[in-house]
């Protein structure tokens, strides 16, 4: 990677402002709020622990949710710095602000070593606007400047990036954070000149969504399958009957292009042959937004015409099993997007079946596997299956982004080596 990173920066005695993304999710419990899975945190240790070791002093910036520039309690990131706290053994300070008087006391307080977070910096619009000013004010405890959030990274934000030019103006350092260097390693160097045969396997709703990754990767991969509810628009796009499907109607050209181009490359692009449907039917209760909970009834497996009153859940066992032996022969794995609605264990099975193929690959066969972020590592989580993988991103729509191949602005601001 062309950029600094934390190894190459001396920070003994020095303000380290570090962005990470502490993006978690939180549930309330009894009145408190609880976050329900750390990985995030996790990720940032080896980072914050170089450069504790280095001597530098950390002040950390982050933000949760999306607050719209107010102090919504709810997005506070108190219980985060409990929580890195713990993680971390050693005393985590925090400061109920992102800028002022509080935290430059904070900063001037900490000793080399030493570790403080700042609550959450979207309660200020300016945030979001990459305001200068704004970027002026959070830089005021900057003499080195660290990037970890690349889960944050395809945000132009006065965090991500306002700060790192008012850094790098004043001839400080800007560096990648050791998260920040592996999610570049993975998703961008290693699916450079990937070992083949190259799968990629991309689901998720939408073919608008990934339309841009799929042209991409046509370029590089040996194959390309297909799953999840953007599927249901190459069925229509070819004909098919897709009943009460999540389709994008106005999308069909666009798939269509997309196969005609994999032909002229001669990749391999698949698309499920069976689809589990089911016939949504509204039970009494309501959900959170004041509409009914949904039920599914009549699940069945089809290979052609989906029913009127039925949707698509899932790609099929047949589909499942093909993908599954595709998988199993490839070399270097990227995968972006579960293959159905794998959440509801009724229609978990086409999206496990790859889950474990993955695996397999990467363990048995000594696959390279990459996880793009977002779902498809919920879903390897929940088969409990992440460890068996060889990279999981933690960025979703940064992963999206910097595979379509766009510059991320946060990386983008960092100082070159
Ligand atoms: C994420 O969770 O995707 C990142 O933290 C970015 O959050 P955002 O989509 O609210 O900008
Ligand atoms: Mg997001």
Redesign the pocket.
Known sequence: MAKLTVRDVDVKGKRVFMRV?Y?VPLEEKNGKMVITDATRIVETLPTLKLLIQKGGRLILTA?L??PKGKREASMSLRPVADKLQELLGQPVAFADDCIGEQVEKIAAGLKDGEVALLENVRYYNEEEANDPAFAEKLAKVADVYVND?F??AH?AHASTEGVARVVAKRGGQCAAGLLMERELKFLGDELEKPARPFVVILGGAKVSDKIKVIDRLLEKADTILIGGAMAYTFRLAHGQKVGKSLVEPDRQEMALAAEAKAKQLKVNFELPSDVVVAKPVPTDKLNKKGKPVMDFVNIQTVTDAIPDDSEGFSIGEQTAAHYAQIILGAKTILWNGPMGMFEDARFAAGTNAVAKAVAEATQKHGAKSIIGGGDSVKALNQAKLGDQVSFMST????SLEFLEGAVLPGVAALSDK
């Open positions: 993304d993006n933000h949710g999306r959030a889960g944050a945000r960025g979703g729509g940064a």
